[in-house]
């Protein structure tokens, strides 16, 4: 049986730092993408979370709704910290601050990316160690089939040296 | 990645019912995902059972809003809420499926739609191995474009 689960593309950080990574154009034939992505920013301190996903190059916070639960070793409390506002789509980066050879470890999975509907984007990651681990959705406020995604660190931060984002598509048949 | 090592079983497209079996599941995978994402007429729940075994199951979720719930001994895995506005995406891991030696058969993985996302574990303490998996609603029906995948995973030899 033919490989179901391909490498449509990767990026790898290499020399200069930068603060996007686009995957341009993404494509169609596939039920489900996933996404594994294993970074560092140029921030000091244990962890960032200046991490975002965008869709289709739209870039407007308010496009996007959804939440994510994070869980930290100095945290002791019964119930998990949350966050819910925007922007919203976010991952866990290893920092400055770490050790430079911690990156981060993280999950995306996009279902049904070619249906037009509004699609939860569901993720889960985190970095350590003295780090955080987060898992959560989001979602467009509007449905359109997935032609683009976009990498991005926002607060004038930048992906370093050693980062790499790996696009995968699932096939269902 | 070697050949045919994460392999489509069965893929199924619902626009109505409130529930779907995956039925006679092959043995000759190490591990299970169910994945795929669903949409319904209305607001509900959507479980989940396996070989059709209506009771025993132990569940425990975290919610990304903070929260978190857990069951004991009940007749079905919940593994989250779906809504008629947007489709919620899931992916579990079911691991070490085809096991016939009484051990906790795992279900674990994210549930994610509008306003939460489960991280759940869940298991069903049985000495049969999984030969079939229905998801149900609380009575909503699937709609388009919901879609359901089980994948065998095989491990490479």
């Given at each position: 049986?033919?490989n179901?689960?391909?490498?449509i ?8 730092s ?5 995957f ?14 294993s ?8 962890y960032s ?19 994510f ?12 910290p ?10 866990a980066?290893g ?9 981060s ?22 970095n ?17 089939a ?27 048949t | ?23 006679s ?10 994945s ?45 809420d ?25 279900v ?16 069903l ?33």
């Amino acid at each position: 049986m033919a490989n179901t689960f391909d490498l449509i593309s990767s990026y790898t950080v290499s020399g200069s730092s930068t603060n996007q990574v686009i995957f341009n154009p993404i494509p169609q034939n596939y039920s489900d993408l996933s996404i594994y992505i294993s970074s560092r920013t140029n921030v000091g301190s244990s962890y960032s979370l200046n991490n975002l996903i965008q869709i289709n190059n739209q870039s407007t916070a308010s496009s996007y709704s959804g939440g994510f639960a994070y869980f930290r070793p100095e945290d002791s409390n019964s119930t998990l910290p949350s966050q819910t506002s925007s922007p919203i789509s976010i991952w866990a980066s290893g920092t400055n601050d770490n050790d430079a050879n911690v990156f981060s470890f993280n999950w995306i999975y996009i279902p049904n990316y070619t249906s037009g509907d509004v699609v939860n984007i569901i993720y889960a990651g985190g970095n350590q160690p003295s780090g955080i681990q987060v898992f959560g959705n989001s979602r467009p406020s509007t449905g359109e089939a997935i032609t683009s995604l976009t990498f991005k660190q926002i607060a004038g931060l930048n992906f370093i040296a050693g980062s790499t984002f790996y696009l995968y598509g699932i096939k269902n048949t | 990645m070697p050949t045919g090592t994460y392999e489509p079983i069965a893929t199924f497209s619902p626009t109505s019912g409130t529930s779907y079996t995956f039925s006679s599941i092959p043995q000759n995978y190490t591990d299970l995902v169910l994945s795929g994402s669903i949409k319904m007429s209305g607001t509900g729940t959507a479980y989940l059972q396996l070989n059709g075994i209506g009771s025993s199951y132990d569940w425990s979720y975290l919610n990304r809003t903070g929260g978190k719930n857990s069951n004991d001994q009940v007749g079905a895995i919940e593994i989250g809420d779906v809504l008629s506005t947007s489709l919620g995406s899931f992916h579990l891991n079911i691991n070490n499926y085809s096991a016939t030696a009484l051990l906790n058969k795992c279900v674990i993985g994210y549930h994610g739609w509008g306003s939460g996302m489960y991280y759940l574990g869940a298991g069903l303490r049985t000495s049969n191995a999984i030969t079939s998996i229905t998801i149900y609603t609380s009575g909503p029906s699937f709609t388009s474009p919901s879609k359901l995948t089980l994948y065998g995973i095989r491990k490479f030899t």
